[in-house]
T-cell receptor, first 113, second 114 residues
Framework: GAVVSQHPSRVICKSGTSVKIECRSLDFQATTMFWYRQFPKQSLMLMATSNEGSKATYEQGVEKDKFLINHASLTLSTLTVTSAHPEDSSFYIC?????????FGPGTRLTVL | SQELEQSPQSLIVQEGKNLTINCTSSKTLYGLYWYKQKYGEGLIFLMMLQKGGEEKSHEKITAKLDEKKQQSSLHITASQPSHAGIYLCGADMLGRGTGNQFYFGTGTSLTVIP
């Protein structure tokens, strides 16, 4: 089946730095990818829809200048958390759609000190 | 805001007991997915339901989609500690972007006491 990878799986950074998370579709092309965030004991919240070759669409309440999304190719979307703060510590998961099916990455755990 | 509401929000059961988790939408669902997860880990796909009245089972887990395709239930029979985790329903819905976006329900945290 289709596989989506994320890198890194875990990252620890200092407050004020920026962190980039990569999401790759390994054996298929994805014009649309999605980014989710999850806090402990909560569900996955859709942050934004990443569209290849165009601007991402952000969900209400998600700061586009804080969470920069770049979908430069049909197999790669990146999420950059700019000027990260401890409250950005979370679990981030991406997904890519192939046809009608969503494939999810394994997630990235971000800890901001 | 999430348009898929799950109940209960959390559940603590004794091993061996049966339990049911519900997922409700105000809109008709054209594909309802159930996942299991532990925080900080990836999603485990359980089942997908598409047709009204559809029911699927895998091992001790049964999922149903009602005739109106607005409510789904996940039933676990004779629960075991290995069933513990967060259960999420998910579905494609019209959102802010072009076409459909995939949204998750509010989640149900299940604890099974040995």
């Amino acid at each position: 089946g289709a596989v989506v990878s994320q890198h890194p799986s875990r990252v620890i950074c200092k407050s004020g730095t920026s962190v980039k998370i990569e999401c790759r579709s390994l054996d298929f092309q994805a014009t649309t990818m999605f980014w989710y965030r999850q806090f402990p004991k909560q569900s996955l919240m859709l942050m934004a829809t990443s569209n290849e070759g165009s601007k991402a669409t952000y969900e209400q309440g998600v700061e586009k200048d804080k969470f920069l999304i770049n979908h430069a190719s049909l197999t790669l979307s990146t999420l950059t958390v700019t000027s990260a703060h401890p409250e950005d510590s979370s679990f981030y998961i991406c997904s890519a759609r192939e046809g009608a099916t969503q494939y999810f990455g394994p997630g990235t755990r971000l800890t901001v000190l | 805001s999430q348009e898929l509401e799950q109940s209960p929000q959390s559940l603590i059961v004794q091993e061996g007991k049966n339990l049911t988790i519900n997922c409700t939408s105000s809109k008709t669902l054209y594909g309802l997915y159930w996942y299991k997860q532990k925080y900080g880990e990836g999603l485990i796909f359980l089942m997908m339901l598409q047709k009204g009245g559809e029911e699927k089972s895998h091992e001790k887990i049964t999922a149903k989609l009602d005739e109106k395709k607005q409510q789904s239930s996940l039933h676990i029979t004779a629960s075991q500690p290995s069933h513990a985790g967060i259960y999420l329903c998910g579905a494609d819905m019209l959102g802010r972007g072009t076409g459909n976006q995939f949204y998750f329900g509010t989640g149900t945290s299940l604890t099974v006491i040995p």
